[in-house]
């Protein structure tokens, strides 16, 4: 690293290292380097890998509908669960230590 002369950019310097930014940043743009097919916005591919983009629209919108349908789904097994206990206590007596009766 360069040696500053000014005790504001060492210090400043200091407080990014400290911090975790230089790490991110020269793991992110080694990445880049190391792409094979350099994507055509290096900016984009930055934001994306230092997680600064967040997640596309369209993912945060399927996602959404997986998180409804996922939900819908556990409350009826929710409620198959509690028929199928109903059912089964009818046909084996629970005795009065919580164990089915043999």
Same mark, same amino acid.
């Given at each position: 690293?360069?040696?500053?002369r000014?005790?504001?950019?060492?210090?400043?310097r200091r407080?990014?290292?400290?911090a975790?930014?230089?790490?991110?940043?020269?793991?992110?743009?080694?990445?880049?380097? *190391?792409? +094979? &097919?350099k994507?055509n916005?290096?900016? /984009?591919f930055?934001?994306?890998?230092l997680g600064a983009a967040g997640? *596309?629209? +369209? &993912?945060?919108?399927?996602?959404q509908? /997986?998180l409804?349908?996922l939900?819908?789904?556990?409350?009826r097994?929710v409620?198959?669960n509690?028929?199928l206990?109903?059912?089964?206590?009818?046909?084996?007596?629970?005795?009065?230590?919580?164990?089915?009766a043999q």
């Amino acid at each position: 690293m360069a040696q500053y002369r000014d005790p504001k950019k060492e210090q400043f310097r200091r407080y990014l290292e400290k911090a975790g930014v230089l790490d991110s940043l020269t793991s992110v743009l080694v990445a880049l380097y *190391e792409q +094979t &097919d350099k994507p055509n916005n290096a900016l /984009e591919f930055l934001k994306q890998n230092l997680g600064a983009a967040g997640p *596309e629209p +369209t &993912d945060t919108e399927a996602l959404q509908q /997986e998180l409804t349908e996922l939900r819908q789904r556990c409350a009826r097994l929710v409620e198959e669960n509690k028929e199928l206990k109903t059912r089964l206590q009818r046909h084996e007596p629970v005795s009065e230590g919580g164990a089915a009766a043999q």
